[in-house]
């Protein structure tokens, strides 16, 4: 009899998608999870993919010191001896970790733990700071807590889908087939704002190509519109927020009026009038971002400048309404629980002295972090600067992805000790490893992740991992035993972490911080296998139920001390660098439909790799007579950071002046240009996350 298909979670994006996966005869089978509350059933092509990427090939099999194989013992004695012996000589702050939304959140954890409360710094870090800080931010200042409110089946009982900087047809596809699906039978309406003319921009009712950097200022001009038209909701504003007083500018400022909110953003008056007649006509309206908001030096305050929107008129926590950030990476929700961003403690708390106070006695530990960590871009100029002497990084390639990617290279090349945790035998990071050790993948790993709709659901084995390939927890525990942290330590399984996780979101928690999953803390082994999905909070006593169909602030009531919701001023502002003499265009970067990250897994896929073959620079037919590019040509791509090599394509769907780069390839597939090396290093003060869609560049053909 062929054993039952084992129920796991998609690798790839913030959807979350449940999988039902079999492996037989050396073969992963995979599709859709009917019974899974975030796709019943459906997969995207990358999806469908997954059970061909699990594979013992090309795979990092056994531990390595300086290239030479090495025995997990010895790896082990040595990154422990070496921590031990920086902190000693040069501090705490000397070490950091830099970790991966593709890790589990038990992975997470126990980074985390090590680091704040053993290691006694605050730098954890992780890429998802390059996915959706701002948004954690931006949650933050609105909400006290970095909460989304709504639930995916708010995308179906809306009335008008705002997507902004969101291209969800190809990224999110199975919340957008979701979206779709109930638009034909409700007739919602969907609106696209989005410099580029992207697959979800062409299925929308209304596509704003508005300027690059200018969402401030549409924002700002829809609050003022929807205030002239009394569409305030004052009843809402009095009982739920604080801080209305300070929009009051807005209402009269001369950039808020709607010719002047069309000049800025460069758009026909006539779209920008409809969208804001949409917005007014459709009490269900919901706004779902992604990284064409996050993504930027005013990422933050473009995050603010939507939730002010909502709380205005009072389109929050119901059905078919609310602001919602869509999160990139399987697992960005989970790493922000347990405190994977460098500015955020454990179980949503951060770094005030009672928070600290409160986790250190918890854990029971020795020397707790008591301030934040450096966020991903400035922790990797510590490396360069020689500050932080030794970093753990799993599960990612910063060598690729980072901003700035040569003085990233650099950093790397000069650091004392690179420990490098992947499933792969080679990668751009990799090659900079003095320790590199082998992990296990997707469909060997076994833990939790969370999705964009704040639900909880089991990654789990398919298959045992190839040659000596060990779960990130387990090497992490390992070394805090080395490191004489055994007694905080005593994981024997993924199980016994998520216990004491759920046990920390529920300690001293009376209410006052919503993420609290303590109806688990006392799960057995039995439950934890058997887990179904689940929404958070489910605090103890809720018997593993949310509230309320799971939508947050339902009760008018947030997180901040006073229960209220916080409007922000934000003044509009240019990105930092503007185009110039020297690179006339700006470059936007972002994703293929059918690849993911920098394609160790989806690049091993033939069906995959057809959508899209090799490195494409997309530049608008005008530009491309302009600077004497021609169709499938070749073109050098600068900035003032880097330069690379790619072929030309032609996209009438951008606008004039802009240049479109995926993000996929890496120098270890193709000798062709990478697009980190391009992207200029500049963060949103609030969040710490790099301005990936504004690069000043120039192209020139070869
Ligand atoms: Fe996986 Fe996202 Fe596709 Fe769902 S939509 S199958 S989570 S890549």
Redesign the pocket.
Known sequence: MRPAPIRT?????????G?LASARDGRVRVK?DPVHP??FG???????ALGETVSAKDRLSYPLIKGERASWERALDHIAGRFLHIRETHGPDAIAFYLSGQLLTEDYYAANKLMKGFIGSGNVDTNSRLCMSSAVAGHRRAFGEDVVPGVYEDFEETDLLVLAGANAAWC????FQRFEAAREKRGSRLIVIDPRKTATAQAADLHLPLKPGSDVALFNGLFRFLCEEGAADESFIARSTADFEKLLPLLGARETELAHVAARCGLEENLVRQFFTSVLENERWVTGFSQGINQSSRGTDKVNAIINCHLLTGRIGRPGMGPFSITGQ?NAMGGREVGGLANQLAAHLSFEPEAVEKVGRFWNAPSMAERGGLKAVDLFEAVHEGKVKALWIMATNPAVSLPDAERVRAALEKCELVIVSDCMASSDTLSYADVALPAEGWGEKDGTVTNSERRISRQRRLQAAPGEARPDWWALTQVARRMGFGAAFPYESPADIFREHAALSGFENKGERLFDISAYADISDAGYDAMTPFLWPVRKGDKGKAAAGGRLFADGKFAHEDGRARFLFLEDAPPVHGANDDFPLLLNTGRLRDQ?HSMTRTGAVPRLMSHVKEPMLYCHPEDMAAFGLSPKGLAEAATRWGRGLFRVAADGGLRRGEIFIPIHWTRHMSAAGTVGALVNPVTDPHSGQPEFKHTPMRVTPV
Do not use: E, M, R, S
């Open positions: 979670t998609c690798a790839y994006c913030g959807v979350g998608c999988v859709g975030a796709n459906k997969l995207c092509g990358k999806g469908q999110h596809p199975v919340l399987p993911w």
